[in-house]
């Protein structure tokens, strides 16, 4: 009788995804605070705005509240569980023979799933400091240098891991499979240049010294423009192999990786604007800030409504989400999901709300509130379910072989 493993002790960068989206979902939670708590004269709520709101407030918002600070807990301990897991298991893995066949190969740029989850960890611990630290905001000019170093850390680190990947292919011949890139799998280093862009755009938004807001916005741009660079010569070159050999199953939910990069590149164009508003009085006006996020959300629909054809003509759902098969890229299918419902929170009320096209707290408010936070409910479901596939205890068939745990 062999000894039962589970799915993720056959290791993969892949499973930093994992860390991805259980960060993601507590930004989702953070929404709930940064929409419908009151904080003037700041960017963001603090946990003073908050604490105000939930003893003064109504029942709802204090209702509110409590599940926001529920979930940012929850989702960041999750956050930094599997970060942390991820970072000890790759580091082991580095040692095997599995490893050097990995930087041989096309999926060498999965590595970048790791500077991708670093990124949102340290986006998810300074959503839990807004939440959960009294005074912050009285530190954070001496905060954003730190954030701005560690993002400029994990942004060299994406680089060099491009820059190994790219320098192996590009001088020489016939390593890359053509091939097997059916699928969007090579947009994972877009996704990882996006994530650290955002970054640096948070003290463009929020600072009040022109410096660090200049540099945010350099930095910010740098990354954005080669997330979308990347992005778009790694769709071309993924597209035509998909159309002479299918889009690759297992690989399926990469498809949608377009979403949260809009998502992401959504959120950097806004706080990009802001600073350029606060700082150098570059003004937007409401009008063009519903259009270019309408723009983009009509971008993810359209990327959403292909990936799930795909998805559903393959049977991919019923085989790894709700099968016995699994496979670590399943937790790629977190991310649409996440980046759609707070996409749906800034088009609502930054979007539709500041433009006067709807009144806050109408009817068509909670319509579009209820779609976001149906999408949140649907990837808490999906991230537990992938949680207990995949790191759940497994247990043996007749014969003796491992299966995962259902």
Known sequence: MSTPIRPSDTYSPLYFLGSLGAGGLSVTFFMYLFMWVPHPGIPVPTFEHIWSALTGGSVYQQAAILIAWAGIAFFVFLNLKYLIWNLKSFSAF??????EKLRNSNA?????????????SINGMFVAGLA??????SIVEYLFPLAMIAFGLVGILALQII???????????GVFDVTANNSFAQLTPAFALSMVAVGFAAPAAMSHNTVTVGIALVLSTFFAVAATLYMVVAMITAFNSMLHHGTAKESGPTLMVIVPIMTILGITFLRQSHGLH?????????????????RLLTIQVIFL???????????????YVFGSKTSPGS?????????????????????????????????SFWIVSAIAVAFQIAMIALVLRLNKQHFGRASSDKDGVAVPAE
């Open 94 to 99: 580095k040692q095997t023979e599995a490893y």
């Open 108 to 120: 060498e740029t999965t590595i970048t799933a790791m500077p991708l989850a670093l990124a949102m």
């Open 132 to 137: 959960f630290v009294p005074g912050l905001w």
């Open 163 to 173: 820059g190994d990947f790219l320098g192996r292919v590009l001088t020489k011949g």
């Open 278 to 294: 606060t700082t150098f009085e570059a003004h937007t006006t409401a009008g063009e800030t519903l259009i270019t996020l309408s």
């Open 305 to 319: 409504m292909l990936g799930l054809l795909v998805l559903r003509r393959q049977g991919y759902f019923k085989d």
């Open 331 to 363: 937790y790629a299918l977190v991310c649409p999901g996440v980046a759609l419902s707070v996409m749906l929170q800034f088009w609502l009320n930054k979007g539709l709300v500041a433009a006067g096209v709807v009144d806050k707290f109408s009817l």
